[in-house]
């Protein structure tokens, strides 16, 4: 089993829709999570942090479920410039100083007209 | 600019050459991690540094990749006798520490011929 899984998509979606992105992971002792945000050919962007009470950034919202080893991503009124890969990361970390930023294969969002 | 920086920008190199690419993380910054991405895939963890101590390599990591930061500042990656499978783009990202959020470099693209 992967450490981070994702749903590859692409999804794709119409302008001013909602979307959300789930993200798993299998190593229970990972101790933050974050959402980047690449652009094609391009390298990745940190979008947000994932907090455990949730967090909300403008159009964005970011979950994380500790019992169920899952983190969301929310984008609610799409825009055109969302189109992108969104990647699920995790700090996969156990004692001491070892921790390792792993990440998912990403999902695929495709905003149209 | 005061982000993640990282030379050269694109490398093509002939089969069984060496090449060695060169990342300079944000100065505050004291972690910093090298990751290898192909096309469709997420970025795939090769190692990191707390400081200068190298403290973990991927297992898929074969011995001809190596990677220092011999005096905690910028770190460099090493590829020897290069191979095909070697084409990828090689991204460097910088964090202030355990758990926290981590910033990229623009990447180093290598393409071997």
């Known amino acids: 089993r992967k450490e981070v899984e994702q749903d590859p998509g692409p999804f794709n979606v119409p302008e001013g829709a909602t979307v959300a992105f789930n993200c798993t992971y299998s190593n229970s002792a990972s101790q933050s999570f974050f959402w980047y945000r690449q652009d094609c050919r391009k390298e990745p962007k940190l979008l947000m942090s994932v907090y455990s009470s949730g967090n909300e950034d403008g159009r964005f919202t970011a979950q994380l479920n500790r019992a169920s080893q899952y983190i969301s991503l929310l984008i609610r009124d799409s825009k055109l410039s969302d189109s992108a890969t969104y990647l699920c990361?995790?700090?996969?970390?156990?004692?001491?100083?070892?921790?390792?930023?792993?990440f998912g294969t990403g999902t695929r969002l495709q905003v149209t007209l | 600019d005061t982000g993640v920086s990282q030379d050269p920008r694109h490398k093509i190199t002939k089969r069984g050459q060496n090449v060695t690419f060169r990342c300079d993380p944000i100065s505050e910054h004291n972690r910093l991690y090298w990751y290898r991405q192909t096309l469709g895939q997420g970025p795939e963890f090769l190692t990191y540094?707390?400081?200068?101590?190298?403290?973990?390599k991927s297992r898929l990591l074969s011995d001809r990749f190596s990677a220092e930061r011999p005096k905690g500042s910028f770190s460099t990656l090493e590829i020897q006798r290069t191979e095909q499978g070697d084409s990828a783009m090689y991204l460097c990202a910088s964090s202030r520490g355990k758990n926290t959020e981590a910033f990229f470099g623009q990447g180093t693209r290598l393409t071997v011929v």
């Open positions: 540094f707390q400081n200068e101590a190298q403290l973990e």
């Open positions: 990361v995790v700090n996969s970390g156990n004692t001491g100083t070892a921790s390792k930023l792993t």
